[in-house]
């Protein structure tokens, strides 16, 4: 029999909660999350947290209640996560790859692998901003009634979970990959990003286009790619090389 379990495949893949305004939908999705042998969970500036209301909607979820950790900004929960999957049915604009429940969990499964995994969930009221998204790499719809498409948060966690449960039962059996490409860590990624903005304002690249719509692209572009730890260090071994350029000095040999 495999050792591989579903609870140990889903381990890797962390549940992130963008600033939850009723303490209610904390429990609840935990709950959602437990159910389905999922146990990771991340806050960003929770409304209210710790809160009676989560610990009675959690109804046996407590100890991931427990665990859960809270967060002062959206890059402190995904530093470490390497591919990052946003939970929304508002595209706002944003160009990325979209992703059913079924292909996603598929995906994610197959991320896990090789590190942590984010799945992340916006507002009540609102969902993900734009720049919330910018973090993310795919974007995960689920195909609800077109005339009352509005799901609850507790109940997008408990259908995307579901279809992680299900992914990781079918996955527990096969065989580990034997080659697998580790992308880096988002807080790399996003150091990379500021140092290439700095640059192209440094070279007049920018001039007076929208660096906000400039670097949107960019970022599409990269993440697409998920570079690994040692190109982003390329990368940013390029721009480093190219200020010096610029700034009068010859470069090192």
Sequence with gaps: MSARTAQALLAPIATVLMQTSHPGNIGSAARALKTMGLRGLRLVQPASFPDPEAIALASGAEDLLAGASVHANLAEALADARVVFASSNRRRGIRMPELGPRE?????LAAAE????????GTERTGLTNEELEYCQYLVT?????????LNLASAVQVLSYELRQAALARIDAPPPTETHLPAPNEQLERYFEHLQQVLD????LGERSPVKIMRRLRRLYQRALPDEREIAILR????ETEVCVRGRQPRR
Excluded at 104 to 108: N, P, Q, W, Y
Excluded at 114 to 121: D, Q, R
Excluded at 142 to 150: D, L, M, Q, T
């Design 142 to 150: 689920i195909p609800a009634n077109p005339e009352y498409s509005s």
């Design 114 to 121: 090789s590190g942590p995994v984010a799945v992340l969930y």
């Design 104 to 108: 996603f969990a598929r995906l994610a």
């Design 237 to 240: 071994g390029i721009l480093s």
């Design 202 to 205: 440094l070279i007049g690249f």
